[in-house]
């Protein structure tokens, strides 16, 4: 134990502390093997003499989606700058703002220098150092006791979605799996990636087109999508497409950047995207508008649905004798009334009721459309406030095509944001909308490296026997009522790595009540953000670009990270952390691997060596297309769809929920498109649904956006951006502010039941009235008082349990 240090001030003591710890700045930093030497040696302008220069290659790695390739440019053992590397597809070659400023980060004075352990109240900034040793030895001996004396699952695992390298982000997956511990399961995104997975199929990349094939649409929808904010790496592209001649319409109720460039912008009312989807379905079929080949071809429209149990009407319903191993394959009908497979029947009809050997079934395409059937235009106009010439005329362009639906993750944020994905999906699959240049639906974020040749088997050691998982908005009521779905559950500590959950899980003041409920909170960080702030101990990892790592997804490239400088400090990288841990717990057979070794073994599988793919090989060329180059990688261009059905799917025969911890849903429900109004954030009586009563005390909708200066809560400190944008603003519609006499830059204070914040009120007329918009991604330390994650709620829909972040209503008062 090295010393106390008491913190009043948070910004001021953290860098006392910081000052009487470890190596000072810079001093410990030694020049990584293996990059390239700079051709010329330039001269450093302080030293005046010759200065060791060498350029690494880099990717930027946090969860903007990006996975930019970056040259490092280190001199005498320091990184002094970042740019775009040189990939040899020019449309690649971009990084933004904090691409730039990554050595802000790795040189933040800030940095956890050494392993600390809390001293104080929690949250107090209280601390004293201790060694690598204390450290893992308090840690394993607490686990092990943990363990014998409440089960194997009261220690849980809590990843996020701050690296994602193959070995930061997994490894220390398969300590919790060779612990028996528990995962909480993050809940970002869900119903995005539950639609893409099981009613479209993840492809070899994703499920969409590569981004580049975008300047081949003609109408691209912005659905609930801010790019030239959130991904600005792919703006570009978007706006190629346009000064092609493509329309791009923006879907959204606030006035965004990307709306600014819009030709047609849809005001929407928030939470009713559904609503106008079901609609633009039910007119493309009543005006005759579906494409009936691609339906009978791609799609499960033709596929028979019982009556008697809404499952698809198979061979072994009409007595076939199915073989092992072979596919018990859906039936179909044509015209005349024959019936087989989709291999027997060649011209299938898609519409009607039959009865098939006595079994009384109706096709899928036919149960689609009647459950958007009572979705007139009209209809659909007045919930979603939008008029319904603007529908019609949205209608005309989508189906004329070659159109793509680029999915933002807006409607995601609501409890009833579930089926958006899905009937997104149905509306490109009825319209042919898929399959081709400049048609797709979904986010163009590539999965290639991790689907194809990231061994999976090795994320899980031999003897693992992993725990039971949880969803991380109903972690505090698993803990409070000491079960699971009637599991057994008595958690007592929580590892957190890659992730800062106090930052951005909903409900933040109910984290709080969690952690005060456990024994013990490790978290794995580069500084002493929110969530590490609230914790026991907390142990410092590397930088990015302090050692090696495999970038498998996000840009159409394999990318390689060079160890470009040696760790700061006492940091370490997570491999080596979990490897210490596993050993002090005894589970050293199982981690013996250095980082390399791990990073290697994951390129020694069937797909990499097909496609000659090694970490030697990586290692020498930096970076590996692996979209295939020209032409564009298309999404389902073979007709062939990674579903249950290797078709499009817009009728889940078999809901299954995006993660199984044992909860019941409607399966009834789940099989096809619905709308219903938000969990909370519906403060308008419209039709039949009335307002929720709570509108009256908090009338507004509280959203939050993409943070242009930050990726998520990373990037937060750099000063370089806190000078183009310095502190939590929200923005407000002129109406609702003068309504409570509040200025352009005023402080105001937001709040509800939950909790509160103070924001700088920016007055914009492009805020939809009653709803508020705060770019997400400030810390504690940042805001005047409050958080905004004190005002999120943490109800969710089991089906995909996910955190709603704009379903939540609020007021705001002049601070
Ligand atoms: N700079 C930066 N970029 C990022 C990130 C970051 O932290 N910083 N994070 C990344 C991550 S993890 C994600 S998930 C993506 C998110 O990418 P986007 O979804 O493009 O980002 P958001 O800013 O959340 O934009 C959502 C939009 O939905 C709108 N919206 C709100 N309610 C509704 C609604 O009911 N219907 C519709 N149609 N729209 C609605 C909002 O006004 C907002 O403009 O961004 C990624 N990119
Ligand atoms: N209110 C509101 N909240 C939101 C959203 C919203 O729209 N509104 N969006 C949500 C969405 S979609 C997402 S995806 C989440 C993202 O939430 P997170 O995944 O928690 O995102 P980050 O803020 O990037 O946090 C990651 C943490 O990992 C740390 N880290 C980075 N690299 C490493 C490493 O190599 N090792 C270790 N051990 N740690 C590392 C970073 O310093 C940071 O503290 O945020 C969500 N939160
Ligand atoms: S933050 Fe995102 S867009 Fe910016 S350089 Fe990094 S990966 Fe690229
Ligand atoms: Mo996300």
């Given at each position: 134990?090295?010393?106390?240090?008491?913190?009043?001030?948070?910004?001021?003591?953290?860098?006392?502390?910081?000052?009487?710890?470890?190596?000072?700045?810079?001093l410990?930093?030694?020049?990584?093997?293996?990059?390239?030497?700079?051709?010329?040696?330039?001269?450093?302008?302080?030293?005046g003499k010759?200065?060791?220069?060498?350029?690494?290659?880099?990717?930027?790695?946090?969860?903007?989606?990006?996975?930019?390739?970056?040259?490092?440019?280190?001199?005498?053992?320091?990184?002094?700058?970042?740019?775009?590397?040189k990939?040899?597809?020019?449309?690649?070659?971009?990084?933004?703002?904090?691409?730039?400023?990554h050595?802000?980060?790795?040189?933040?004075?800030?940095?956890?220098?050494?392993?600390v352990?809390?001293?104080?109240?929690?949250?107090?900034?209280?601390?004293?150092?201790?060694?690598?040793?204390?450290?893992?030895?308090?840690?394993?001996?607490?686990w092990?006791?943990?363990?014998?004396?409440?089960?194997?699952?009261?220690?849980?695992?809590?990843?996020?979605?701050?690296?994602?390298?193959?070995?930061?982000?997994?490894?220390?997956?398969?300590?919790?799996?060779?612990m028996?511990?528990t995962?909480?399961?993050?809940?970002?995104?869900?119903?995005?990636?539950?639609?893409g997975?099981?009613?479209?199929?993840?492809?070899?990349?994703?499920?969409?087109?590569?981004?580049?094939?975008?300047v081949?649409?003609?109408?691209?929808?912005?659905?609930?999508?801010n790019?030239?904010?959130?991904?600005?790496?792919?703006?570009?592209?978007?706006?190629?497409?346009?000064?092609?001649?493509?329309?791009?319409?923006?879907?959204?109720?606030?006035?965004?950047?990307?709306?600014?460039?819009?030709?047609?912008?849809?005001?929407?009312?928030?939470?009713t995207?559904?609503?106008?989807l079901?609609?633009?379905?039910?007119?493309?079929?009543?005006?005759?508008?579906?494409?009936?080949?691609?339906?009978?071809?791609?799609?499960?429209?033709?596929?028979?649905?019982?009556?008697?149990?809404?499952?698809?009407?198979?061979?072994?319903?009409?007595?076939?004798?199915?073989?092992?191993?072979?596919?018990?394959?859906?039936?179909?009908?044509?015209?005349?009334?024959?019936?087989?497979?989709?291999?027997?029947?060649?011209?299938?009809?898609f519409?009607?009721?039959?009865?098939?050997?006595?079994?009384?079934?109706?096709?899928?395409?036919t149960?689609?459309?009647?459950?958007?059937?009572?979705?007139?235009?009209?209809?659909?106009?007045?919930?979603?406030?939008?008029?319904?010439?603007?529908?019609?005329?949205?209608?005309?362009?989508?189906?004329?095509?070659?159109?793509t639906?680029?999915?933002?993750?807006?409607?995601?944020?609501?409890?009833n944001?579930?089926?958006?994905?899905?009937t997104?999906?149905?509306?490109?699959?009825?319209?042919?909308n898929?399959?081709?240049?400049?048609?797709?639906?979904?986010?163009?974020?590539?999965?290639?490296?991790?689907?194809?040749?990231?061994?999976?088997?090795?994320?899980?050691?031999?003897?693992?026997?992993?725990?039971?998982?949880?969803?991380?908005?109903?972690?505090?009521?698993?803990?409070?009522?000491?079960?699971?779905?009637?599991?057994?559950?008595?958690?007592r500590?929580?590892?957190?790595?890659?992730?800062?959950?106090l930052?951005?899980?909903?409900?933040?003041?109910?984290?709080?009540e969690?952690?005060?409920m456990?024994?013990?909170?490790?978290?794995?960080?580069?500084?002493?953000g929110?969530?590490?702030?609230?914790?026991?101990?907390?142990?410092?990892?590397?930088?990015?670009?302090?050692?090696?790592?495999?970038?498998?997804?996000?840009?159409?490239?394999?990318?390689?990270?060079?160890?470009?400088v040696?760790?700061?400090?006492?940091?370490?990288?997570?491999?080596?952390?979990?490897?210490?841990?596993?050993k002090?717990?005894?589970?050293?057979?199982?981690?013996?691997?250095?980082?390399?070794?791990?990073?290697?073994?994951?390129?020694?599988?069937?797909?990499?060596k097909?496609?000659?793919?090694?970490?030697?090989?990586?290692?020498?060329?930096?970076?590996?297309?692996?979209?295939?180059?020209?032409?564009?990688?298309?999404?389902?261009?073979?007709?062939?769809?990674?579903?249950?059905?290797?078709?499009?799917?817009?009728?889940?025969?078999?809901?299954?929920?995006?993660?199984?911890?044992?909860?019941?849903?409607?399966?009834?429900?789940?099989?096809?498109?619905?709308?219903e109004?938000?969990?909370?954030?519906?403060?308008?009586?419209?039709?039949?649904?009335?307002?929720?009563?709570?509108?009256?005390?908090?009338?507004?909708?509280?959203?939050?956006?993409?943070?242009?200066?930050?990726?998520?809560?990373?990037?937060?400190?750099?000063?370089?951006?806190?000078?183009?944008?310095?502190?939590?603003?929200?923005?407000?519609?002129?109406?609702?502010?003068?309504?409570?006499?509040?200025?352009?830059?005023?402080?105001?204070?937001?709040f509800?039941?939950?909790?509160?914040?103070?924001?700088?009120?920016e007055i914009h007329?492009?805020?939809?009235?009653?709803?508020?918009?705060?770019?997400?991604?400030?810390?504690?330390?940042?805001?005047?008082?409050?958080?905004?994650?004190?005002l999120?709620?943490?109800?969710?829909?089991?089906?995909?349990?996910n955190?709603?972040?704009?379903?939540?209503?609020?007021?705001?008062?002049?601070?």
């Amino acid at each position: 134990m090295d010393e106390t240090t008491r913190i009043s001030d948070r910004n001021f003591g953290r860098r006392t502390f910081l000052r009487g710890s470890a190596a000072a700045l810079g001093l410990a930093v030694v020049a990584g093997a293996g990059c390239a030497p700079k051709d010329e040696l330039e001269t450093s302008p302080e030293a005046g003499k010759p200065a060791d220069e060498k350029v690494c290659s880099g990717v930027c790695r946090g969860n903007c989606f990006g996975g930019c390739a970056l040259d490092i440019k280190v001199r005498d053992g320091k990184v002094v700058a970042t740019t775009a590397a040189k990939l040899p597809d020019e449309q690649y070659r971009r990084i933004c703002q904090r691409g730039h400023s990554h050595l802000q980060r790795i040189y933040d004075p800030d940095r956890l220098k050494a392993p600390v352990r809390r001293v104080g109240e929690r949250g107090s900034g209280e601390w004293e150092q201790i060694t690598w040793e204390e450290a893992i030895d308090e840690i394993a001996s607490k686990w092990k006791q943990y363990q014998e004396e409440s089960g194997k699952e009261s220690v849980a695992f809590m990843a996020g979605s701050g690296n994602f390298g193959v070995a930061a982000a997994n490894y220390a997956g398969r300590l919790r799996d060779r612990m028996g511990a528990t995962t909480v399961q993050f809940c970002y995104d869900n119903c995005y990636f539950h639609a893409g997975i099981h009613a479209e199929g993840v492809g070899d990349g994703f499920n969409s087109n590569e981004i580049a094939d975008i300047v081949n649409a003609k109408c691209i929808i912005l659905w609930g999508s801010n790019p030239a904010v959130a991904q600005p790496q792919n703006w570009h592209f978007i706006m190629d497409a346009q000064r092609a001649g493509a329309k791009i319409i923006v879907i959204d109720p606030n006035f965004t950047v990307s709306a600014s460039h819009a030709d047609m912008f849809i005001p929407i009312r928030p939470g009713t995207d559904n609503a106008l989807l079901m609609a633009m379905v039910n007119y493309v079929h009543e005006n005759g508008l579906a494409d009936a080949d691609y339906i009978k071809k791609a799609t499960v429209g033709p596929f028979l649905v019982k009556e008697s149990d809404g499952k698809f009407l198979r061979q072994s319903d009409l007595g076939v004798e199915i073989a092992k191993d072979a596919v018990d394959a859906p039936i179909v009908c044509d015209a005349n009334g024959n019936h087989g497979t989709s291999e027997e029947v060649s011209d299938p009809v898609f519409e009607g009721t039959f009865e098939i050997e006595g079994i009384k079934v109706t096709c899928a395409y036919t149960l689609l459309v009647e459950s958007c059937k009572k979705w007139s235009l009209a209809r659909a106009a007045e919930l979603c406030d939008i008029s319904e010439e603007t529908i019609g005329e949205l209608i005309k362009l989508y189906v004329e095509g070659p159109s793509t639906i680029y999915q933002g993750f807006g409607p995601d944020h609501y409890v009833n944001g579930e089926r958006v994905y899905f009937t997104q999906i149905a509306l490109a699959a009825i319209t042919g909308n898929i399959g081709k240049p400049g048609a797709t639906c979904g986010y163009e974020w590539t999965y290639a490296g991790l689907l194809k040749y990231v061994k999976p088997a090795l994320l899980t050691p031999k003897d693992a026997t992993p725990g039971m998982t949880v969803v991380s908005p109903n972690l505090l009521d698993n803990v409070k009522a000491k079960e699971v779905e009637g599991k057994p559950f008595d958690l007592r500590s929580l590892y957190i790595w890659v992730s800062n959950p106090l930052g951005n899980q909903t409900d933040r003041n109910s984290w709080i009540e969690l952690f005060n409920m456990l024994d013990l909170v490790v978290v794995v960080d580069m500084r002493l953000g929110d969530t590490a702030n609230y914790a026991d101990i907390v142990l410092p990892c590397v930088h990015w670009f302090e050692a090696e790592e495999i970038m498998p997804q996000t840009s159409p490239y394999l990318l390689l990270q060079e160890k470009a400088v040696d760790p700061l400090y006492e940091s370490k990288t997570d491999v080596d952390i979990v490897n210490m841990l596993a050993k002090a717990m005894g589970f050293e057979d199982d981690f013996s691997m250095s980082l390399e070794e791990y990073l290697a073994a994951t390129l020694e599988n069937d797909g990499a060596k097909t496609d000659g793919i090694t970490w030697d090989r990586l290692k020498d060329e930096k970076y590996i297309d692996i979209m295939g180059g020209d032409p564009y990688y298309i999404h389902g261009g073979t007709g062939v769809f990674r579903t249950a059905t290797t078709r499009l799917n817009f009728y889940y025969e078999k809901p299954a929920p995006y993660i199984n911890y044992g909860q019941s849903f409607d399966v009834e429900k789940a099989r096809l498109p619905y709308w219903e109004p938000p969990a909370e954030a519906w403060p308008q009586t419209v039709a039949e649904f009335e307002a929720n009563p709570l509108a009256e005390k908090y009338p507004l909708i509280f959203t939050t956006e993409r943070n242009r200066m930050k990726c998520h809560t990373q990037w937060g400190h750099a000063p370089w951006l806190l000078e183009l944008y310095s502190e939590p603003t929200i923005r407000i519609n002129p109406n609702d502010a003068q309504a409570r006499g509040i200025s352009d830059g005023d402080h105001v204070r937001a709040f509800n039941d939950r909790g509160e914040a103070v924001f700088m009120a920016e007055i914009h007329a492009g805020c939809r009235p009653g709803v508020v918009v705060a770019p997400k991604g400030w810390e504690e330390d940042q805001f005047i008082k409050g958080h905004y994650s004190n005002l999120t709620s943490r109800a969710f829909n089991p089906f995909t349990p996910n955190n709603c972040f704009f379903d939540a209503l609020i007021e705001i008062e002049k601070a």
